[in-house]
């Protein structure tokens, strides 16, 4: 009797210190937040689950103030001046190691999950890849690709003579996937070909369950577990993508060298970086720089549809500058700046990654916004929260174009330092040049070709409201396209 009775209440009591030290005693005790989620970690794991964490954090810092504790070692600010203090000291605030996330049955280094030297070796190497040189050679394919997705769209709008209704979620999606796979190494999956997904696509956007699976790793144990009874046949398909990127790396890095730039070249030109290394950094680059683009584009046309005097100054200003659409191209493109505007409205308002970025800061502790912070802990601003904070921004909610023209009157208070779309520091998002490209590219052509309008009885999907796994899932954004005669 004496030892079942020592045996019950053993977990009382941890559980008991346990939420005794959090609350109480823990050095980041003295910060606001909901109770049970500074007493445990499991509440904004489950947020994070169900694809309600960006949410949730914006919530709490409506509810609790700047600076708001989300779990028990972890803080979540919004005062502009952490992005400096967090993320421009990249070999001090490391990636926590729950969140270095490693291919299934991949050991090799990559962007996201190695150590901050190899971080530093990776970048260097794939540095001239990301160039803005790089992004000015590869534009004649992405004008190219361009073309493609509008010879398809045409077909369809002359089989009925005058418009036609797509998923703008879809073709973007297409047009993304095939662009950054060319780009990357070479050959492109063949989507606007067919006008459907590749089997590689649809595996390597399974987010929710990657979610899922990095949660556990808080959890050693459960995560140990998960791994030990998962069978080798729910793999298969990750199985089955890494064998087409091995292929798809492989036969680039067979082929001889050529004028032609693209990444895996870069890769190759560096004898330092391995097969397998190529290999994650490839399906990386491809799975991320298609993600951000699709997500830009379509929260833009999203937002320009529901803003129609936005649109209507936008196609106003593209098609009296561009007398032919041979006209459009990328340096033509940077003098454009309501075409700029625009588009950092849509990543303020649709951010390509909308939750934290999370660190951990260093041994010896760090001051933050002011506060100083104790060696360990974790520190994160969220994008979806500070781009909507009305300390940030004036009118946080509505797309205004207008904040980031040099005439911005109305929005001289907006904090324009608390924006920061591609992050900072050493940890910056790498293929920015190209993006911009991309960005400028395809929605310049696009609503310069076509009348873009919402289809009568559609209601389009409120972005803010869709939920979020690492990435926005997106929910099919039906538009009506009409060609400009």
């Known amino acids: 009797m004496a030892l079942a009775a020592i045996l019950v209440l053993l977990p009382i009591l941890y559980l008991s210190s346990h939420v005794i030290y959090n609350l109480w005693l823990h050095p980041l005790a003295k910060y606001p937040g909901p109770l049970l989620w500074r007493a445990f970690r499991f509440p904004s794991l489950l947020a994070m689950m169900r694809g309600e964490i960006p949410h949730r954090i914006q919530q709490l810092h409506e509810n609790y103030g700047d600076v708001v504790r989300v779990a028990p070692e972890e803080l979540s600010f919004l005062d502009p001046t952490a992005w400096r203090d967090i993320y421009s000291k990249g070999r001090d605030f490391v990636r926590p190691s729950q969140y270095k996330d490693q291919p299934p049955g991949k050991t090799a280094s990559n962007l996201i999950a190695c150590s901050e030297s190899e971080h530093a070796r990776l970048r260097k190497i794939l540095a001239p890849g990301f160039s803005e040189k790089y992004a000015v050679d590869q534009e004649p394919f992405i004008q190219s690709y361009i073309t493609k997705l509008f010879t398809k769209l045409d077909a369809k709008i002359d089989t009925t003579s005058d418009s036609t209704t797509i998923d703008i979620v879809e073709w973007i999606n297409y047009l993304a996937f095939d662009l950054i796979a060319d780009l990357t190494w070479g050959s492109s999956f063949g989507c606007l070909d067919g006008l459907t997904y590749h089997p590689w696509i649809q595996t390597v956007s399974q987010f929710k369950a990657a979610i899922i699976v990095g949660a556990l790793k808080f959890y050693p144990w459960l995560y140990s577990l998960l791994m030990a009874i998962t069978p080798p046949s729910a793999l298969q398909p990750v199985m089955d993508m890494w064998q087409l990127t091995e292929q798809s790396v492989r036969k680039r890095a067979s082929t001889p060298a050529s004028t032609?730039?693209?990444l895996v070249g870069t890769m190759l030109s560096s004898e330092s970086m391995t097969q397998e290394e190529m290999e994650v950094n490839a399906m990386m680059i491809v799975a991320a720089g298609s993600e951000s683009v699709t997500t830009v584009l379509t929260g833009v046309i999203n937002h320009l549809l529901r803003n129609p005097d936005k649109l209507a100054t936008l196609v106003t200003t593209l098609r009296t500058t561009f007398p032919t659409e041979q006209d459009i191209t990328g340096s033509a493109l940077k003098s454009i700046p309501y075409l700029d505007a625009v588009l950092n409205e849509g990543m303020r308002l649709c951010p390509t990654i909308p939750d934290a970025m999370r660190r951990q800061v260093p041994a010896g502790g760090a001051t933050v916004a002011g506060h100083v912070i104790p060696g360990g802990m974790v520190v994160a601003i969220p994008p979806f929260a500070s781009y909507r904070a009305p300390r940030n921004f004036t009118h946080p909610t509505e797309f205004a174009p207008e904040r980031w023209l040099p005439d911005n009157k109305g929005f001289e208070r907006d904090s324009k330092i608390a924006f920061n779309p591609f992050s900072l520091g050493q940890h910056n998002c790498p293929g920015q040049n190209l993006a911009w490209l991309e960005l400028r590219v395809i929605l310049a052509r696009l609503l310069w070709r076509y009348e873009v309008?919402?289809?009568?009885?559609?209601?389009?999907?409120?972005?803010?409201?869709?939920?979020?796994?690492?990435?926005?899932?997106?929910?099919?954004?039906p538009v009506r396209f009409q060609r400009v005669r």
Do not use: M, N, Y
């Open 453 to 477: 309008s919402i289809p009568p009885g559609v209601e389009l999907p409120r972005w803010e409201e869709q939920g979020i796994w690492w990435f926005w899932d997106k929910k099919a954004t």
């Open 260 to 262: 032609r730039p693209d």
